[in-house]
């Protein structure tokens, strides 16, 4: 009896060039809406902080307004002021909330839309 060898190729194992060229792809993809969308992010939490101040420190809405501004020229806010905010009292509290949407431009027609709303308590 006659033993039969057969031998086995080794599959390569790796990444093909499609491959690498679409994570590539992606990588820069992430990045670059990544990069657009840390100051967005940056500029709700300096406008959360300002509303709670601005709620806080103010009595009247004019004086609410005029706090929020301030606070907005200093942290740079440029997506909303004062007069856009919504302020009502509940009892001896004052509730500020407001609503605001930031685009950012992709590629032709595409656009990535954030939409942020907040209330104070």
């Known amino acids: 009896m006659k033993l039969q060898r057969t031998t086995f190729r080794s599959r390569q194992r790796g990444l093909s060039f499609i491959s690498l060229i679409f994570?590539?792809?992606l990588a820069v993809a992430?990045?670059?809406i990544g990069g657009q969308s840390i100051p967005i992010f940056l500029e709700y939490q300096a406008i959360r902080k300002?509303?709670?101040k601005a709620s806080k420190e103010?009595?009247?809405?004019?004086e609410i307004q005029a706090a929020f501004d301030r606070a907005g020229a200093i942290d740079n806010i440029s997506s909303i002021s004062g007069k856009?905010?919504?302020?009502?009292?509940?009892g001896d509290k004052t509730i500020v909330s407001?609503?605001?949407?930031?685009?950012i431009?992709?590629?032709?027609?595409?656009?990535?839309?954030y939409r942020f709303q907040y209330q104070t308590n």
Do not use: M, N
Request: hydrophobic share 45%; net charge neutral; glycine share 12%.
């Open 58 to 62: 103010g009595s009247t809405v004019g």
């Open 84 to 90: 856009d905010l919504e302020i009502t009292k509940r």
């Open 50 to 52: 300002a509303a709670l």
């Open 105 to 113: 431009e992709l590629a032709g027609p595409a656009f990535l839309v």
């Open 23 to 25: 994570i590539g792809f």
């Open 30 to 32: 992430t990045f670059a």
């Open 98 to 103: 407001l609503k605001y949407s930031r685009e």
